[in-house]
Structures are given as structure tokens and as C-alpha cells.
């Protein structure tokens, strides 16, 4: 229900149920993404999107580092079942907890 935070790197992948070794992913930029090859029939869609938290300092080596954080909710780590018929430019996933 909330847009990806401006900070969060974020890629969808849909892997077809036939072949994933087929998967198509790509990058989420804005809230949106465009993936013209992905593969129509049955697949799952799985997301990697993560965001860094402030900059540290390490007390073991003094260089600077950043922890980065899952925001894919745990409930969705299997995938999204999803029937591909053609293009849909208004196809969303609403990851909710």
C-alpha cells in the first residue's frame, strides 16, 4: 500500500513454471517497471528489493559501511503465482504483510 522508498533498490522476477531457467528480471525504478520479455503461461513473481541504513563506522577497521535491509515482506519470499497472457502495463503487486 505504500510506494518503495526513494532509497530501496528494487528488481521483479518472473520465473515461468514450465522452464525457470527461463526467469526474466529486471529493474523496479519510480514504483514501475517494463519487462517486454517476459514469458506468457504460469509463473511465480519474486521480488529483491532493499534499502541501506545510515553509515556506520566499523570498530574493527574504521571504514565506513552500511547495513542493508530485506524489504520484501516474509510471507512473499515463495513468490506471487501469476498467469501471463500479454502485455499489461497496469499490473501491480500489492506486497503486504
Partial sequence: GKP???TAQ???TF??????NQSVSVPITAG???????PAG???????????GPEKIS??????????FN??????ADGIPLE????NPDQNFDLVE
Fill in 84 to 87: 501471463v497472457s500479454g502485455d
Fill in 59 to 68: 570498530d574493527r577497521t574504521g571504514q565506513p559501511y552500511r547495513d542493508f
Fill in 4 to 6: 518503495l522508498p526513494e
Fill in 42 to 52: 504460469t509463473c511465480r513473481v519474486f521480488f529483491e528489493i532493499t534499502t541501506s
Fill in 32 to 38: 514501475r517497471y517494463d519487462s517486454p520479455k517476459t
Fill in 15 to 20: 520465473a515461468p513454471a514450465v522452464d525457470p
Fill in 71 to 76: 524489504l520484501v515482506p516474509a510471507r512473499h
Fill in 10 to 12: 528494487a528488481f521483479i
